[in-house]
């Protein structure tokens, strides 16, 4: 049952009525295109003394170097995209051991492939493999405008300085520089591929035919979108909900991705949209109040369908007897809970999730309601009675309050501005009483005070004398 402080209102709940109409639309609204952001690959190459190490048909520097060389040409006229080489352990001999050996030796500009495929060729092995110094180096080799920042990480061995691989690769992710990197670890055992499950994706290159496949997929996820399609799901488990935006947060950086108003196409089917899949995200879909799906990972080049409960029904707000009045507004908050969730105006029909809300609606009095049931496709109807004007004149300005007055008991309303004559007050129907004293009579003897009625639709002018 609802509670209902001073007046009596009505609640109904209506199942909604599906409608159509055929409007002849002045224009077409062009399909926008997503907007194309500039991807940013960097490879970082290890050249350390162990790349001169036997393997498959010769020495995995130079089986690098052929495959790198191979993936470069692929890459010379791909369209928005730029490449930048750094490479770590290749200016120093080991031993002594220099744990600041890497370079950024060929920096982020348009069509540059064969000049990091020159540069490669060029690559004796010489030192040592600080991979963690080589990732934060990475940080600041990437320009600050917006970008998607990937880095592609080719070795054979591990950390050999005492850094920290996955701290690093968190902190990047975290603020937002990069995407989850990619690994490629030529011939690496068992107990070395431990080490990268927490710095990006591995992927294990155990011969040259897996290296070349490594390569391609890496490539193909870091330059292509893949597919996936959210189901809002109504209280029957159906994906009916709809036209309402979803926020796609990347998981680490907290940075917006997309925001995407969900749509059901021409097929009665949720729309399907183009997403990065190297990212992992919270979405956030903005209904009242909102709800949330974390954790969400895709699988390049699988389309992926997310189910999200979403149902919803309606909460309409009416004076009685008038569909326009003055601006009446209604707090809405959950059943039990202090916080707003929205302010919605009277003579309105809004969306809301299924569930119980509490209302405060801020006429003169307040009127209060808990336990609103909103159901599935449903409308709960909010029926208030009409509020009356009541103007209050008095013989000069003073002190003055209006108080609801009910089973003998007055509660303070209403405090009149000390330096009006007259005023005008939207109040509820009901039983009040003006308390007043003018400025000019200093004792309190000279107080005034009157009872007036107010009806619903009705103005009146109350005289204090």
Request: glycine content about 6%; hydrophobic content about 35%.
């Amino acid at each position: 049952m609802n509670k209902v402080r001073k007046y009596k209102f009505a609640i109904y709940s209506l199942f909604l009525i599906p409608y159509s109409f055929c409007v002849t639309p002045a224009f077409a609204q062009k399909k926008q295109e997503p907007k194309q952001i500039l991807t940013r690959i960097e490879f970082l190459f290890d050249d350390s003394q162990s790349m001169y190490g036997r393997w498959q048909t010769g020495t995995k520097i130079d089986i690098a170097k052929k495959l790198m060389s191979d993936l470069l040409d692929s890459l010379k006229y791909a369209d928005n995209l730029q490449l930048a080489l750094r490479v770590l352990g290749h200016q120093k001999k080991y031993p002594p051991q220099d744990c600041d050996d890497t370079k950024l030796e060929v920096p982020f500009d348009n069509n540059n492939a064969t000049k990091i495929k020159k540069f490669l060729m060029a690559l004796n092995p010489n030192g040592t493999t600080p991979i963690a110094r080589a990732l934060e180096a990475c940080g600041g080799d990437f320009p600050s405008d917006a970008s998607r920042n990937i880095i592609i990480l080719i070795t054979d061995g591990i950390e050999e300085c005492n850094g920290d691989p996955c701290a690093v690769s968190l902190a990047l992710q975290k603020r937002g520089v990069v995407l989850k990197p990619f690994i490629i670890g030529l011939g690496i055992n068992d107990e070395f591929k431990k080490t990268y499950d927490c710095v990006g994706s591995y992927y294990d290159a155990s011969n040259e035919d897996m290296f070349r496949k490594a390569l391609n997929v890496v490539i193909s996820q870091a330059l292509n979108s893949t597919t996936m399609q959210v189901n809002l799901l109504d209280a029957y488990g159906k994906p009916t909900e709809t036209n309402v935006n979803m926020t796609f947060y990347d998981q680490f950086s907290g940075r917006i991705m997309y925001n995407f108003v969900h749509t059901i196409n021409s097929h009665g089917n949720p729309d399907t949209l183009k997403v990065d899949p190297l990212s992992i995200y919270n979405i956030v879909v903005h209904t009242v109040p909102p709800v949330y799906k974390d954790s969400v990972k895709l699988t390049p080049g699988k389309h992926t369908i997310v189910g999200i409960d979403a149902p919803q029904g309606y909460l309409n707000l009416k004076v009685d007897g008038l569909t326009e009045s003055r601006k009446i507004q209604c707090i809405v908050r959950k059943h039990g809970e202090l916080k707003t969730l929205v302010e919605q105006d009277f003579n309105t029909t809004e969306k809301y999730i299924t569930g119980k809300y509490d209302l405060e609606i801020l006429t003169l009095p307040r009127i209060y309601s808990e336990n609103v049931d909103i159901s599935q496709s449903k409308t709960t109807t909010v029926q208030i009675p009409q509020p009356g004007i009541t103007t209050v004149l008095t013989n000069g300005t003073g002190y003055g309050s209006i108080y609801l007055e009910d089973n003998n008991r007055l509660t303070l309303e209403y405090t009149m501005d000390e330096s009006l004559t007259k005023e005008t007050i939207v109040l509820q129907p009901g039983s009040y009483r003006v308390v007043y004293r003018s400025k000019t009579a200093h004792e309190s003897i000279y107080t005034v005070e009157k009872s007036f009625t107010v009806n619903s639709g009705v103005s009146s002018v109350v005289s204090v004398n």
